[in-house]
C-alpha cells in the first residue's frame, strides 16, 4: 500500500479515528496498573481530532449497523470547533493535573471528551444526541461536587428529551436527520414553530441561553477551574454548533426570524445585566458566555431573511464558516478569561491586567468579527445594538476582581498566556485569511460587511468604555 | 401417547419438543437430587440451559430461512397440544433461554449453602419449561395451559424463603394468578364456540365473526386481556409484582424478565395479533382502551417507583411501567409501533435483569437492600455498579443502550398512528425513570461511602464479589449496550421485531 493511499485510507476513517483513541484509553481503564499512564496520557487523546481538523479530507463515513443508521464527516464547519477542541482538552488536562491520576475522574474525562468530538463529527443527528448524552452525563459526573451541578444535570435530561422529540418529528415529516446535508431540516425547523420552540429548548439548554442559563454561572464558580475549558468545549459543540447546522443562514425568515432576532436580544440584554450585577468574575463569565450564545442566535436569525434565502449556497456556507471561525476565537478568549482564575483584586500583578487585558480585546474582536459577516442594511440595527449590549459586560470583564476572601485555584500566568497567545494566533490567521483571500474562499466574506462592522465596533468600544468606569467606581465587595 | 408430526414437515419438527425436554428432563431429575449432589445439580442445570440454547440457535437459523418447526399431541377432540415456532415465538423464545442460562449461573453463585437447593432448581427448570412452551404455542389452548403451569411452579420460587411474609406474597400472588387464569379459561371456552378453532393465525381468527359477533368479541377480548394482564402487572391489576420481591433475586430477575412478567405482555401481543388480528382489534375499538390503560400504567409505575426506598420495591414498580411499553406499542396500532414494543419485549428483559441482578449483589455482599444504604457503593463494588449504571441508562431511554431503540420506535409509530399523546406518556415517563433512577446512580458514585456496610461478606481477597454473580450482570450489561449500538445488524432483536412487523402488517 502506498504512502498516498494510506493517507487516504486513514483521511476517510479520521472522523472514526478522532473518537476511537479517546474511547480506546477509557477501555484500557477496566487494568488498574494502566490507570497513572492513562492519567498522563488522557489530554493528550485528542491529538488525532487536531489532526483531522487541520489535515483530514471532507469526508463522510457511513456506519448503517451502528444504532438506527450512523454517519460521521468532517466537514468545513466542524474543522475549527475540532481543532478548538483540541486545544482546550490539553488546558484541561493541565490545569486538573494529579486529580487525572485516579480512575473514576479520567474515566469521565476521557468520556466526556470522545462525546464533546461526537458533537462536532456526528454526521447525523442521532449520532449527535448520544454525543451529547455521552459528554453532557461524563461532565455532570466531573462537574458533581460544583455548585450548579443538579441544576445542570435536570436541565440536561430536559434537554435531550426535547431533542428525542425534534428528532422524531423531524423523521415523521420525511425530513430526515442528516447533518451532512442538512438543507432539509433546516428548512423544516425554519418552517416550523414547534421545530423551531423544540430546537431553541433543547439546544438552549446546552447552550446557556438566557432562561435556561441557570447552571453555568454557578458551575464556574466552583472550585475545579480544569472545568472551564470542557464547558466552553460543551456550551460550543453541544449547543452553539447544532444551531449553526441547522439554523445555517438563510435557514430562518419572515416572522420568525424577526421574534427570534428580539427574542435573541432580549435575552442577551437580561444576560448583560445579570452579568454586571455579579461580584465574581467566574459568575461574570458565566453570564457572558450566556450572552454569547443569545448573540449568537441573534447572528443567525438576522443573518437570514428574504435576502438570505435567495443568497447562493456556497456563500451561505463561506458565511457559516466565517462565523464558526469566530465563535471558536471568542470560545478561546473567554477560555483564557477563565482559566485565569480572578484573584482578589490586591493580588493581581500588572502580568494578570495584561493578560485579562488581551483577552477581552481578543473576546470583542472575535464579537466583531462574528458582525461582520452580515452584509445586509437590515441586520446592522440589530448587531449595533448586540454589540453595544456585549460592551456593556467588556467593563467587568477588564476590571475583573474576585469577591469575598474565598481564594480560588492559584493558576500561574503559563496556561491564560497560552490561550491568550492560542486566540491571538487565530486572530491573525483570521484576518490575514481575509486580507489574502481569493474571491470565493470562504474567509472573503468577511470583506463583505463594510457598514455594520465599524459602527458596531464604536457601539463595542464606547459601552465597554463607560461600564469599565463604572465597574472602577464601583467599591470591591469583601 | 407419541406425538405426531406432519409428515411434510422435515425431521427437525422435533426441535420444539426437544427445546421444551431440554428443561424438563434436567428439572425432574434436580427434584430428587440430594442437596449434597452440587456438582450433578450444577451439571445438569448448565447442560440443559446450553442445549437449550443450541436448540433455539438452530431454530432462529432455521425459520430466518423459512423453515418450519411444528409438532402436535392429541389432547381433547378437535384440539391439540400444538407447538409452533414462528418469528414472534422465537423473539421469546431466544430471551428466555439466553437468560435463563446466566440466570441459572447466578442461582448457582447466589444459593450457595443455602438449604433446599434441589427444590428450588427444580422448580426453577419447571419455570422455564413453561415459559417456552407459552412462546411456542400454537394455539390458545396450548397457551393457556403452559401458561397455567406458569403460575404453578412460580408460586414455590415465591415462597422459597419460607418466611410469613413470603408465605403470604405467595397467597397474594397466588390468588391473583389463579382467579385471572379463570377468566383466561372462560374467554377460551367461550372464543371456542364461537369460532370452533383456536389456532393462532397471523392477522388473527376472528374477522368472519365481527359482524355477527361484535359484543361477544368484545366482551372475550376483555376476558382475555385481564387473564393475562394480572401477570403483565396492568394496573390495577399489578399488586402482586411488588410483594413479589420478598423472593431471593434470581427469582426476582426470573418474574421480571424472563417469565411471568414477560409472559403475560406475550401473551397480549398474542391475542391482539393472532387471536384478533391488530386490525380487527381496532376495528372492534378495543386497541384504543388497552393503550389508554398501558399509558396510565406506565406513569403509575414510574410515579410508585418514585417514592420507594427499598431498591428491589423501586425495581418493581419500574417494571409495571416498562412491561406496559410492549403492551403500548401493541395497542398504538401501526408497524412502527409494533417494532417498538416487540423490541422492548427483549430489551426490557436483558436490561431488567441487570438491574435485579446487581441488586441482588448489593444484598448478598454487602446486605444493601435500601437506596438509602448505597452511598459510595460504586468504589465498593464498581463492577456491578457499571452494569446497573448501564441498565438505568437504558430505562431511561438514553442511546446507545437498548431502550432508546424502543422508546425511539414507540414515539415514531405514534408518530405515524396520527396520535401525539404517547409522546407525552413516553416523555413524562422518561422524565419519572430519571428521577428515580439518577439519585441511585448519584448515590452510588458520587456520596461518601459509610463506614461499615451492613452486613459484609468477604469474598476472600479484594475480589468485589463472588464471579458467579458478577459474571450474568456483566455479560447483560455489555448485551444491553451492544444491542442498542449494532440495532440496525442482522439478527438484533430489532431487526427480528421488524421482521415479525412486516409479516403482519404487509403480506397477504
Not at chain 2, 406425538?3 to 427437525?12: M, Q, S, V, Y
Not at chain 2, 404455542?137 to 408460586?155: K, P, S, V
Not at chain 2, 384504543?288 to 420507594?308: C, D, E, H, M, N
Request: hydrophobic residues 60%; proline residues 6%; glycine residues 10%.
Amino acid at each position: 500500500m502506498s504512502v498516498a493511499s494510506l493517507l487516504a485510507t486513514l483521511g476517510q476513517w479520521a472522523p472514526l479515528l478522532v473518537l476511537v483513541v479517546p474511547l480506546t484509553f477509557a477501555g484500557l481503564l477496566a487494568f488498574p496498573r494502566l490507570v497513572g499512564v492513562i492519567g498522563l496520557l488522557a489530554p493528550w487523546a485528542v491529538l488525532p481530532a487536531l489532526l483531522a481538523g487541520l489535515l483530514a479530507p471532507q469526508t463522510e463515513l457511513l456506519l448503517p449497523e451502528l444504532l438506527l443508521g450512523s454517519s460521521l464527516m468532517i466537514d468545513p464547519i466542524g474543522r475549527p470547533f475540532l481543532v478548538l477542541l483540541a486545544l482546550l482538552w490539553p488546558v484541561a488536562g493541565w490545569l486538573a493535573g494529579e486529580r487525572l491520576r485516579r480512575r473514576g475522574p479520567v474515566l469521565l474525562f476521557l468520556l466526556a471528551m470522545s462525546g464533546s468530538l461526537g458533537l462536532v463529527v456526528a454526521g447525523n443527528l442521532v449520532v449527535f444526541l448520544l454525543a451529547s448524552t455521552v459528554s453532557g452525563y461524563a461532565l455532570y459526573g466531573l462537574a458533581v461536587r460544583q455548585p450548579g451541578a443538579r441544576a445542570f444535570v435536570v436541565l440536561l435530561v430536559l434537554s435531550d428529551l426535547l431533542l428525542f422529540e425534534l428528532l422524531l418529528l423531524l423523521v415523521k415529516g420525511g425530513i430526515g436527520l442528516n447533518l451532512a446535508s442538512a438543507a432539509a431540516p433546516s428548512a423544516a425547523i425554519g418552517g416550523s414553530w414547534v421545530l423551531l420552540v423544540l430546537s431553541l429548548l433543547g439546544f438552549g439548554a446546552k447552550a446557556a441561553v438566557f432562561g435556561l442559563h441557570l447552571w453555568l454561572p454557578r458551575v464556574l464558580s466552583g472550585r475545579a477551574v480544569e472545568l472551564s475549558p470542557i464547558l466552553i468545549g460543551f456550551v460550543l459543540s453541544a449547543g452553539l454548533l447544532p444551531w449553526l447546522r441547522l439554523l445555517a443562514p438563510g435557514a430562518l425568515s419572515g416572522d420568525a426570524a424577526t421574534l427570534l432576532s428580539w427574542m435573541a436580544l432580549a435575552s442577551m440584554g437580561l444576560a448583560v445585566i445579570l452579568g454586571m450585577l455579579q461580584g465574581g468574575q467566574r459568575a461574570l463569565l458565566g453570564y457572558a458566555i450566556s450572552a454569547l450564545s443569545g448573540f449568537w442566535l441573534l447572528l443567525l436569525s438576522v443573518s437570514g431573511g428574504e435576502l438570505g434565502a435567495l443568497m447562493p449556497a456556497p456563500e451561505t456556507e463561506a458565511r457559516a464558516l466565517a462565523m464558526a471561525l469566530a465563535l471558536c476565537q471568542a470560545g478561546l478568549a473567554l477560555a483564557a478569561l477563565l482559566v485565569q482564575g480572578a484573584r482578589r483584586w490586591a493580588q493581581q500583578s500588572w502580568l494578570d491586567w495584561l493578560l485579562n487585558g488581551f483577552a477581552v480585546l481578543l473576546l470583542a474582536d472575535a464579537l466583531l468579527g462574528m458582525a461582520g459577516v452580515l452584509a445586509f442594511d437590515r441586520e446592522n440595527g440589530f448587531m449595533i445594538a448586540a454589540c453595544g449590549l456585549f460592551g456593556g459586560l467588556m467593563g467587568p470583564l477588564l476590571c475583573a476582581r474576585q469577591r469575598g476572601t474565598e481564594t480560588l485555584q492559584v493558576i500561574g500566568p503559563s496556561r491564560p498566556l497560552s490561550l491568550n497567545l492560542l486566540a491571538a494566533g487565530w486572530a491573525l490567521l483570521m484576518a490575514g485569511g481575509i486580507v489574502i483571500a481569493p474571491p470565493g474562499w470562504p474567509l472573503a466574506a468577511l470583506l463583505s460587511a463594510p457598514v455594520s462592522a465599524p459602527l458596531a465596533a464604536l457601539a463595542l468600544i464606547v459601552v465597554a468604555a463607560l461600564s469599565a468606569l463604572l465597574a472602577l467606581a464601583k467599591p470591591a465587595r469583601v | 401417547m407419541m406425538p405426531t408430526i406432519d409428515a411434510a414437515l422435515p425431521p427437525n419438527a422435533w426441535l420444539p419438543l426437544l427445546v421444551l425436554a431440554s428443561s424438563l428432563l434436567p428439572g425432574l431429575v434436580i427434584f430428587f437430587l440430594a442437596e449434597r449432589r452440587y456438582w450433578t445439580r450444577t451439571l445438569l442445570n448448565l447442560a440443559g440451559s446450553l442445549v437449550k440454547l443450541m436448540l433455539v440457535g438452530a431454530m432462529l437459523w432455521g425459520v430466518f430461512h423459512q423453515q418450519q418447526y411444528a409438532a402436535s399431541l392429541p389432547l381433547l377432540p378437535g384440539l391439540d397440544l400444538v407447538l409452533r415456532v414462528r418469528p414472534l415465538s422465537l423473539l421469546f423464545l431466544a430471551l428466555s433461554a439466553g437468560l435463563w442460562l446466566l440466570t441459572t449461573l447466578y442461582a448457582i453463585g447466589y444459593l450457595e449453602d443455602s438449604p433446599n437447593r434441589s427444590r428450588f432448581f427444580g422448580f426453577f427448570s419447571l419455570c422455564v419449561t413453561a415459559t417456552v412452551g407459552v412462546a411456542m404455542a400454537g394455539n390458545l389452548l396450548t397457551f393457556l395451559l403452559f401458561f397455567e403451569l406458569l403460575t404453578l411452579t412460580t408460586y414455590p420460587l415465591v415462597v422459597h424463603r419460607g418466611t410469613e411474609e413470603a408465605r403470604r406474597a405467595g397467597q397474594i400472588y397466588l390468588a391473583h394468578t389463579v382467579i385471572a387464569g379463570a377468566l383466561l379459561l372462560a374467554g377460551t371456552v367461550w372464543l371456542y364456540t364461537l369460532a370452533g378453532t383456536l389456532t393462532f393465525t397471523t392477522q388473527g381468527f376472528v374477522a368472519d365473526l365481527v359482524e355477527g359477533h361484535r359484543w361477544s368479541l368484545i366482551a372475550i377480548f376483555v376476558l382475555l386481556i385481564i387473564g393475562v394482564g394480572v401477570k403483565a402487572a396492568l394496573v390495577p391489576l399489578q399488586s402482586w409484582l411488588p410483594r413479589a420481591m420478598v423472593a431471593p433475586a434470581p427469582v426476582s430477575a426470573l418474574l421480571h424478565a424472563v417469565a411471568v412478567v414477560k409472559a403475560g405482555a406475550f401473551g397480549i401481543v398474542l391475542i391482539v395479533y393472532d387471536v384478533f388480528g391488530v386490525e380487527v382489534a381496532a376495528e372492534l375499538g378495543v386497541t384504543k382502551p388497552l393503550a389508554l390503560v398501558a399509558a396510565f400504567t406506565i406513569l403509575y409505575g414510574s410515579l410508585r417507583a418514585l417514592f420507594q426506598d427499598n431498591l428491589k420495591r423501586r425495581l418493581a414498580f419500574s417494571t409495571v411501567s416498562q412491561v406496559s411499553y410492549i403492551v403500548l406499542g401493541v395497542a398504538i396500532v401501526g408497524p412502527l409501533a409494533t417494532v417498538g414494543g416487540l423490541v422492548h419485549l427483549v430489551h426490557q428483559g436483558v436490561m431488567k435483569i441487570t438491574l435485579f441482578f446487581c441488586a441482588g449483589n448489593l444484598a448478598e455482599t454487602l446486605g444493601i437492600h435500601q437506596v438509602s444504604e448505597m452511598n459510595g457503593v460504586g468504589r465498593r463494588m464498581p463492577w456491578t455498579m457499571l452494569a446497573f449504571s448501564i441498565g438505568v441508562f437504558g430505562m431511561i431511554g438514553l442511546p446507545p443502550v437498548a431502550g432508546f431503540i424502543s422508546k425511539w420506535y414507540l414515539g415514531l409509530g405514534a408518530l405515524e398512528a396520527g396520535l401525539h399523546w404517547p409522546l407525552f406518556v413516553l416523555a413524562g415517563s422518561s422524565l419519572l425513570n430519571a428521577a428515580y433512577f439518577l439519585p441511585i446512580l448519584h448515590r452510588a458514585w458520587f456520596c461518601e461511602p459509610p463506614e461499615a456496610w451492613p452486613e459484609e461478606r468477604d469474598f476472600g481477597g479484594k475480589k468485589e464479589t463472588a464471579w458467579l454473580l458478577l459474571l450474568p450482570p456483566l455479560v447483560t450489561a455489555a448485551l444491553s449496550l451492544l444491542i442498542g449500538l449494532f440495532a440496525s445488524m442482522p439478527f438484533t432483536p430489532l431487526e427480528w421485531a421488524r421482521l415479525i412487523a412486516e409479516r403482519e402488517f404487509y403480506q397477504p
